[in-house]
């Protein structure tokens, strides 16, 4: 039961609730200028490639790394992505290959484990990115893909990403 002073401190006002969605439209637009920003950049240096004929050279980026300050040593790189249209009667989720391939080399350079993470609409799967577990294909408009066997993939619902999964990384 709440007291009367209990009450009084839930009622928001139109300013806070003005406030609230400035913010938020805010962090909005934030977030997609980001967007923009990055996908410039790609822009920038695909022209370059272009311009000075340079072929060896990818970009990509990598969505999360944990890091342990105290050893002052990466922990786990993530690569997290939301499948929402995944289904169980699926037999794999499919990816950029340039991407994890990518993702593989630097996780063996490095010698740290790299996960893709995906939400579904249910579940979070889990893949660790290690040779042999991607199916590559090559598709007719030349794009090249990788196939995760969905029956590879460890599942977690939402508590057991934190308690089994994210507390056994950050263990290490």
Same mark, same amino acid.
């Given at each position: 039961?709440?007291? &009367?002073?209990?009450?009084?401190?839930?009622?928001?006002?139109?300013?806070?609730?003005?406030?609230?969605?400035?913010?938020?439209? %805010?962090?909005?637009?934030?977030? $997609?200028?980001?967007?923009? #920003?990055?996908?410039?950049? %790609?822009?920038?240096?695909?022209?370059?490639?272009?311009?000075?004929?340079?072929?060896? =050279?990818?970009?990509?980026?990598?969505?999360?790394?944990?890091? &342990?300050?105290? +050893?002052?040593? @990466?922990?786990? *790189?993530?690569?997290?992505? +939301? !499948?929402?249209?995944?289904?169980?009667? +699926?037999?794999?989720? =499919?990816? &950029?290959?340039?991407?994890?391939?990518?993702?593989? &080399?630097?996780? +063996?350079?490095?010698?740290? @484990?790299?996960?893709?993470?995906?939400?579904?609409?249910?579940?979070?799967?889990?893949?660790?990115?290690?040779?042999? $577990?991607?199916? !590559? !294909?090559?598709?007719?408009?030349?794009?090249?893909?990788?196939?995760? @066997? $969905?029956?590879? #993939? #460890?599942?977690?619902?939402?508590?057991?990403?934190?308690?089994?999964? *994210?507390?056994?990384?950050?263990?290490?």
């Amino acid at each position: 039961m709440t007291s &009367d002073g209990d009450r009084r401190n839930l009622i928001t006002t139109n300013r806070d609730l003005r406030r609230m969605r400035r913010r938020t439209i %805010s962090a909005i637009f934030n977030h $997609l200028h980001g967007f923009a #920003a990055h996908e410039e950049f %790609s822009d920038l240096v695909q022209e370059a490639k272009e311009k000075y004929g340079i072929t060896r =050279i990818g970009v990509f980026d990598v969505d999360m790394l944990i890091w &342990d300050f105290k +050893n002052g040593l @990466p922990i786990a *790189l993530l690569e997290v992505k +939301n !499948r929402h249209q995944l289904q169980e009667d +699926n037999e794999y989720a =499919i990816f &950029d290959e340039p991407q994890y391939t990518f993702l593989e &080399d630097l996780g +063996n350079y490095l010698g740290v @484990p790299v996960f893709y993470v995906v939400k579904t609409r249910v579940k979070w799967l889990v893949w660790k990115v290690e040779r042999g $577990l991607a199916v !590559r !294909r090559k598709l007719a408009d030349g794009r090249k893909i990788v196939l995760l @066997p $969905l029956d590879k #993939a #460890a599942r977690y619902n939402h508590g057991e990403m934190v308690h089994r999964f *994210l507390k056994r990384l950050m263990e290490r």
